[in-house]
């Protein structure tokens, strides 16, 4: 990683010897420094929750609309929970929970996310390879394979700064899918009906479909890629430090992060609302309801909304791709690495960070492998968003406890707004757990 060592060695000065800029940093520091939030926010649409919305539209039409609207204040709230929690502590989650908490508490919760992730990495990984096995023909797993070994390599060797402006460009391939709305016949009254006026049914099939929106969309992974972001943001500029240490940077950079959530969840729900949209105006209404993955709703979008739609639907999917991988074996690698106290960062290099960079590398490996196996993507996605779902809940309980700890945030617990938004996406998160285990079977 090509960062020279006397900048990522060099000693921070004191909070007193170098007093923080104006309250309102310059526009070209802010414009800099955006991007974790959008990162998250469009790493949140990856090829398996681009099948997992597209399922949704394609089972129940217009009628699930209404859970984007829903889900956008309860995942900015508690994606700007994570990155307050990370700029304020100078620590990730899995860093607090290792500092505060019991540490069988700690290890299961990592490795239920971790578990979730190698699922959502293999599912992505093949799905990246068939979607461009779709568009050029070709082996798919070699494909898969390239698209794998190419994302850690490029991951663990390219510096950190340069990487997360890869990431922050590879966004805009989630404009495929606005762009796809716009060729396709889409009836805006039904839509918008069904978008302001929730309809659900009481039955497993529903529940769990919910649950699964809701496991996508608000997903651990997300909460420690973007706690850790900022963490990586602090100690990349040698001016700034966490915020219990330099009060007098909190309110530029606590309104930075509130802009830049905003914006990238804002992102990541429009384009969620517009698959279920492209899919429920196409697919469902003329009777494909049974859509399972990314590339099956690709290649059935292509004889009822044409080529262009099948074509911008398709290289979404590799792009999403290419941004969810490392966001996916990333977020597992920093939350295994603070839970054991490893060095940890994408701006470190691999000699001082090795058991962190293996961690990443096997991840994606053990990713990949379940293509090889034969190994059902259906289930895949399925049992990915639901442990997602579950294991949210308990992370989210505790993120809420960090945050309003003021022996751990100092003067900087959550406020109020925060507090509402965090707890409700908590409260809704367990009770949508609880209600797919309760229609279970039924």
Known sequence: MSISRAGRHRKKQTDSTHPTPPDVEPKRRWLQNLGPGLVTGAADDDPSGIATYSQ???????????????????????????????????RGIAGNLRRHYHPALLYSLVLLMVAANIINLGADIGAMGAALRLLIGGPALLYAALFAIGSAVLEANVAYERYSGVLKCMCFALFAYVATVFVVHIP?????????????????????????????????????????????????????????????????????????????????????????????????????TNIQTSTQAAQALRPIAGKFAFLLFTLGIVGTGLLALPVLAGSAAYAVGEAFAWKVGLKKTVSHARPFYAVLAVSMLIGLALNFFHFNPIKALFWSAVINGVVAAPIMILMMLIGQNSKIMGRFTLGRRNRFLGWAATIVMTAASVAMFATWGK
């Open 56 to 90: 949704v539209g394609a089972q129940f039409g217009f009628s699930m609309l209404w859970t984007m609207p829903f889900s956008y204040p309860l995942m900015c709230g508690i994606q700007e929970i994570s990155g307050h929690i990370g700029r304020v502590t100078g």
């Open 188 to 288: 805006w009254g039904r839509a918008l009906h069904a978008t302001i006026l929730p309809t659900m049914a009481m039955n497993m099939a529903c529940v769990t479909s919910i649950v699964a929106v809701l496991g996508t969309t608000i997903s651990p992974y997300l909460f420690f890629w973007q706690a850790q972001e900022e963490v990586e943001i602090e100690k990349a500029n040698p001016t700034e430090h966490p915020l219990t240490e330099a009060p007098r940077q909190a309110k530029s950079q606590l309104h930075r992060i509130r802009v830049d959530t905003y914006l990238g969840m804002a992102f990541s729900n429009l384009v969620a609302y517009f698959i279920i949209l492209t899919a429920a105006a196409t697919l469902h209404m003329h009777g494909i």
